[in-house]
């Protein structure tokens, strides 16, 4: 079976000619280049924003974009983003990659793997052609469950996790990896969201993502950063009363969603939520 997984991916690498066309309304020049079975949608411009991964609830009265965790149901009658760990390892699936993918687990010269301090999650091993391929068999089930599920859109967090390798893994390792998790999306005519790294947004093309999910990019001065390659197809999540009013202020035109850091459910102490 996995073999079968590796031969679809590496023949969505390969069609990429003028027979798989795409089409994305209302999206910058040169988003989507084909890589797609069909058409995809994006997120409605401006529309009323919330970040759920915390747990999914009913959503606020005008919300009209929701991002949820891959195992949670779509929001009825809204659009759907399906947010996926693709760079990392989240504590509740360590198991599953250290008794299935023990080789994909990025580790240092000890052997001790890599771990993202901030979360407490284990970085995912993209270094070679090889394991990209592997992860991306992976992470396109995972896809294939978003798609499955009736989600609009597709997520991959930690884009940025070879800033966090110690050197051990490259951007180019990142773009590479991003690309095909791109084909996958786009093979369900799924659009993809460019993760945060402002830094790749001169490499929109190459990793052929539609949209931008952006982290306080109002705090880090980064918005106007997204917009030059997406227009305002970016959707920012701010944690800070100051940046999501400075936000509001500067980019009216944007989806933008003030949250509690670690993204509780209304029931739980701690919950934030306000959208502009």
Known sequence: MTRCLVALITLLASCRGDDAMMTIDDAPAGTGDGSGSGAVTLPPLDGKLDYQLGGAY??????TIVSRDREAAPAS???????VNGFQIQQAEESFWTGMHADLILRDSNGTPVIDPDWNEMLIDISTPAKQMAVATIVGGWIDGCA????????????????????????????????????????????????NSSELVPRKAEIDTDFVVAEECNRYSECGD?????????????????????GCAAYPQLSI??????????????????GC
């Open 226 to 246: 997204y917009q030059v390659g997406y227009g305002d197809h970016v959707l920012v999540i701010e944690y800070r009363q100051q940046d999501f009013n400075s």
């Open 77 to 83: 009658g809204l659009y759907n983003i399906c947010y």
């Open 257 to 274: 969603v003030l949250r509690d850091l670690n993204l509780v459910t209304p029931s739980q102490s701690g919950y934030l939520y306000d």
């Open 148 to 195: 499955t599920a009736g989600f609009d859109a597709i997520e991959i967090d930690n884009l940025d996790s070879y800033s966090r390798s110690g050197g051990r893994l490259t951007e180019d390792n990142a773009v590479a990896t991003m690309k095909l998790f791109a084909q996958a999306a786009h093979a369900h005519s799924l659009a993809i969201a460019q993760k």
């Open 58 to 63: 009913t959503p606020p009265v005008g919300v």
